[in-house]
């Protein structure tokens, strides 16, 4: 897409970062909230704001949206005022969001009987990746829809995989996410019995991250569970929300999990202690109370910054493995 004009929808934690990606570009873009102060930051710095779902489609090539749940996103597509109404035929949607495949594709239907191109778009890599346009992104749609945006997504993010057909990617997305909440919760576990034992946790920590049991998620959430902040721009409602859909799609294929039902159990007994919008990394406190110990290191960070320079997004190839 050549100098296009996006509209984007949903300016939290994520979606804002993406937005603010896209301005810092010198990109026409028209944003939507239910914020106003979020709007209003967006507007100072160049952009312009539509009053409706609608209105914001209707002016745009390219729509994005980035909400925090399917129904959320089904409401800012199907309102009376929603952006269904406002598509043509030419224009493409993004779904940005982490949502259902099955919701996906419902959508994306809608959205093609408008004469518009759809796609899932979700993106992976926490907030600090998101801020500084290095996240993965996971492209679900045709090969021609991937084509004609990735130099959109190549703003975006880093590392681009197309996954297939709408609603393939928010498979893999759900997928992924069900595997960081599996090593958060280990995490939790893990550092506890560290601090328990009697082990220095500066020293725990390098040590797990040059062994092998090492992760993201340890490489990041551990740094601001040990600095005590446990702020890594992600709440435990989400977690659920997200296994949940995990959950949800093994049910829908028969495959028999035992995890999955203990994590939902951890996180779910975690949002009644704490609170819904408790930080994910958090869910440590329920051992730590068990214990009376705080998990603590020294020296680590209350947030994660991305300090890699931004480098031109790029489609990541998946390669056919043979044996030797």
Known sequence: MSNPRIGFIGLGNVGGQLAGNLLRHGIELTV??????????????????ASSPRELAAGVDLVITCLPSPAVSAQVMEQPDGVLAGLAPGKIWLEMSTTDHAEARRLAARVEERGATAMDCPVSGGCHRAATGNISIFAGGSRAAFERVLPVLSILGQKILHTGPVGSASKLKVLTNYLCT????????????????????NTTYEGIRISSGNSFVHETESQVILNGSRDINFTMDLVIKDVGLFDDLARDHEVPLQ?????LGIFRDGARRYGEREFSPNIIRRLEDACGVRVLGEGFPAQMVDEEPKIPGYEVVPRPRSLP
Do not use: N, Y
């Open 32 to 49: 939507r909230d239910l914020d106003p102060q979020r709007v209003a930051s967006f507007v100072e710095r160049g952009a312009r704001a």
């Open 182 to 201: 599996v090593h958060l919760a280990a995490l939790a576990e893990a550092l506890t019995v560290a601090k328990v034992a009697g082990l220095d946790m």
């Open 259 to 263: 995890l999955s039902a203990l994590v």
